[in-house]
Structures are given as structure tokens and as C-alpha cells.
């Protein structure tokens, strides 16, 4: 079920801001973009959030929320293509390390416990940029009119859209 709702066909109907990312408030290093989404035959509502590091490019994220129809789950990520990021070891005794590029999913296991953080991990070749992983991205959660929000990206989406 959680494959189908993230590869179903969707498009954008609003996004903030309209044009390239905004500075978050809070921390002058990211930058920040939201769009609302529901899929093509009007069933299912999401939201989909950038957040990029300025000072290091390859710090990101971009995720897929599903707005359930369950009141106890709410809104979940269920996507979450992240690039190279460090991580707080759990122990204290060992230094914090840089990831890989890596992806976040939830299943219905997890959904089930009501765990809404999407805690299966998968590292990932499919990009090394904020860019290319916003094109896998595009192509895996099914949006069909990207191109429409990201119109300087044209001769990318020739590409990508021929990519198989």
C-alpha cells in the first residue's frame, strides 16, 4: 500500500515560495520550499518539503508527507531522499561521521506501531546533488508537473524524462 500512494500519480497545485527556496527564519544556512500535491484522481492529499544547507551543498532533504485519513497518525513522511549529512553517534564515546547519500521510507509495519518517521534506510548512487536527487525524486512519488515549478530546469527534465 505505501508503494502505491508514493509512485501514484500526483501533481502540484500550490508552492511556497512560487519561485526557487526561501530563507528559513530560524537559520540563515537554509533554504526552504514546500508544495502542497494530491494525487491525479483527487483520492490522496500531501505535502512535499526542500531544505538545503547553504554553506554545505550536499547537506539536504527532501521528503514526502501523506496527509492520512487516520486522526492518530496525522500527517507522515513517508519519503525522504537525504544527501551527505553527520550524524550523532548513539554512543558518546565515538566521533559524529558523515553519511552517504541515502533514502528514508516508512512500510505499513511501522504505520501500524504508529511510527511516523520513515526508519528503513537505504544508501543510494541515484544522486550525488540536491538536483539529481530532486529528479529521482520527481520520477519515484509519480509528480506530473514538475516542470511547470521548475521551468529553469527544461532541458533537465528532456533528459531526465527519457531516462529509463
Known sequence: MIDYIIDHPKKIIEASPAKGMSQDKRN????RKKMILTSCDGGHEFD???RQNTKF????SIGLRYH???KQLGKVIILRYNGQHTTK????????????????RTNESLLAKKITE???????????????????????????????????????WDIFNHDT
Open 28 to 31: 540563515g544556512f537554509v533554504m
Open 48 to 50: 512535499v518539503f526542500f
Open 57 to 60: 551543498y550536499e547537506q539536504f
Open 68 to 70: 492520512t485519513h487516520d
Open 89 to 104: 553517534a548513539k554512543d558518546s564515546s565515538k566521533d559524529d561521521h558523515p553519511s552517504n547519500f541515502h533514502i528514508h
Open 118 to 156: 520513515p526508519s528503513e534506510i537505504e544508501i543510494t548512487e541515484k544522486y550525488s546533488t540536491f538536483d539529481s536527487a530532486r529528479f529521482h525524486f520527481f520520477k519515484a512519488t509519480g509528480i506530473q508537473n514538475a516542470n511547470k515549478y521548475f521551468p529553469q530546469d527544461e532541458k533537465q
